[in-house]
């Protein structure tokens, strides 16, 4: 006979928590990662980049404090995140938006592991609880796709860095947002 996830106390086994602050982690060094490169990108003067990824900082400190909501109402213990070793420095606006896709698609995966773990322990509450972040994570993974392909598209020759700057500031709009928005920030 399997435990009861659910008991008086809480609504979540600990394996859970263990997993859920684990996100918590990944989701406040994106905001990090993304405030840095936010940073980098404001000095090299790609300043609607610089916007986009200011914006898009401000997105993942919210999803981590959705989670921290989520894993104290339950009746867990949310852990704020050591956040040390980000980088400063990039070698190009293109390495910055390859970055970007290779962390989403990570992010993505450990989404997914979560969501299979609750399947597995029919956890239920918190399986539905993440499909606000596997949506979510589709929209990321499709955006950060866009801005890669724009090097590609346009190129980086002439005015191209120019011209590919201004079209990472069009690409917000292009996300679809069918997320609920809990926070009114994004
Ligand atoms: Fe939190 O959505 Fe990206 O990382």
Redesign the pocket.
């Known amino acids: 006979m399997k435990k009861q996830i659910v008991t008086t106390s809480r609504s979540l086994t600990e394996e859970t928590e263990d997993k859920l602050n684990e996100q918590i982690d990944m989701?406040g060094k994106?905001s990090a990662y993304y405030l840095s490169m936010a940073s980098w990108c404001e000095t090299m003067g790609y300043s609607n980049a610089a916007q986009f990824l200011y914006r898009h900082a401000e997105e993942?400190r919210q999803?981590m404090l959705k989670i921290f909501g989520y894993v104290n109402d339950a009746g867990g213990h949310a852990l704020q995140p050591e956040i040390t070793g980000i980088r400063h420095k990039f070698d190009s606006l293109r390495e910055v938006f390859e970055l970007i896709l290779e962390h989403?698609v990570e992010?993505t995966k450990s989404i997914n592991t979560i969501v299979d773990h609750c399947f597995q322990i029919k956890d239920f509450t918190t399986f539905n609880f993440l499909q606000w972040f596997v949506t979510?994570?589709r929209e990321?993974e499709t955006l950060a796709r866009r801005a890669v392909e724009l090097f590609v598209i346009i190129g980086e020759e002439g005015v191209g860095l120019w011209t590919i700057d201004q079209e990472i500031g069009n690409l917000d709009s292009f996300a679809t947002g069918t997320g609920p928005n809990t926070t009114g920030a994004i």
């Open positions: 989701e994106s993942e999803h989403e992010v979510e994570q990321e």
